[in-house]
T-cell receptor, first 114, second 113 residues
Framework: QKEVEQDPGPLSVPEGAIVSLNCTYSNSAFQYFMWYRQYSRKGPELLMYTYSSGNKEDGRFTAQVDKSSKYISLFIRDSQPSDSATYLC??????????????FGKGTLLTVNP | DVKVTQSSRYLVKRTGEKVFLECVQDMDHENMFWYRQDPGLGLRLIYFSYDVKMKEKGDIPEGYSVSREKKERFSLILESASTNQTSMYLCASLPRGGGQPQHFGDGTRLSIL
């Protein structure tokens, strides 16, 4: 079983739709969870950052972490064409050294159609 | 805002050349990372450094080395470039304590001919 599983898509939705992106993981030591957005030919840009379980909201974006199920989600409300990008989930452990290393999902390609 | 700058956006080199990729961060972060990103494989860690002159191998260090002589600069070196090192290379940084996310540069798209 891969450490982090993410459906690569592609996912195509109409403008205004609610988008749900998900990752599952197997390593119970993961404590920090991130979502990055990556436009074509650019570096990953941090969208959401959460520690342990719970929800976090920032504008149209909501991140959820369920550590008991080893499952994280990103919801995008009122999706816009400018949200079209690859979305990467990433996670890591709590202490230093090699635990700072991020483990990534392979990314989900999202297209929002006008 | 954290700024991570990679010196080249696009680079074309020949097989067998020694290639240097440079990364600079302006936030006095102790930890710096080099990843490569390939279609279908995602991001994979090559090397990271947790302080000046300190380094640790990541998941795919073969064919690469690194240098960290100053805190703000982390260099990735391809000792003898090969075509299978054609990839997107991404640098990231993180402060000591780790209670913040990694911030990435815009990447260097390297082609080895």
């Amino acid at each position: 079983q891969k450490e982090v599983e993410q459906d690569p898509g592609p996912l195509s939705v109409p403008e205004g739709a609610i988008v749900s992106l998900n990752c599952t993981y197997s390593n119970s030591a993961f404590q920090y969870f991130m979502w990055y957005r990556q436009y074509s030919r650019k570096g990953p840009e941090l969208l959401m950052y959460t520690y342990s379980s719970g929800n976090k909201e920032d504008g149209r974006f909501t991140a959820q972490v369920d550590k008991s199920s080893k499952y994280i989600s990103l919801f995008i409300r009122d999706s816009q064409p400018s949200d079209s990008a690859t979305y990467l989930c990433a996670m890591r452990g709590n202490s230093g050294g090699s635990n700072y290393k991020l483990t990534f999902g392979k990314g989900t390609l999202l297209t929002v159609n006008p | 805002d954290v700024k991570v700058t990679q010196s080249s956006r696009y680079l074309v080199k020949r097989t067998g050349e020694k290639v240097f990729l440079e990364c600079v961060q302006d936030m006095d972060h102790e930890n710096m990372f080099w990843y490569r990103q390939d279609p279908g494989l995602g991001l994979r860690l090559i090397y990271f450094s947790y302080d000046v002159k300190m380094k640790e191998k990541g998941d795919i260090p073969e064919g690469y080395s690194v240098s960290r002589e100053k805190k703000e600069r982390f260099s990735l070196i391809l000792e003898s470039a090969s075509t299978n090192q054609t990839s997107m290379y991404l640098c990231a940084s993180l402060p000591r304590g780790g209670g913040q996310p990694q911030h990435f540069g815009d990447g260097t798209r390297l082609s080895i001919l």
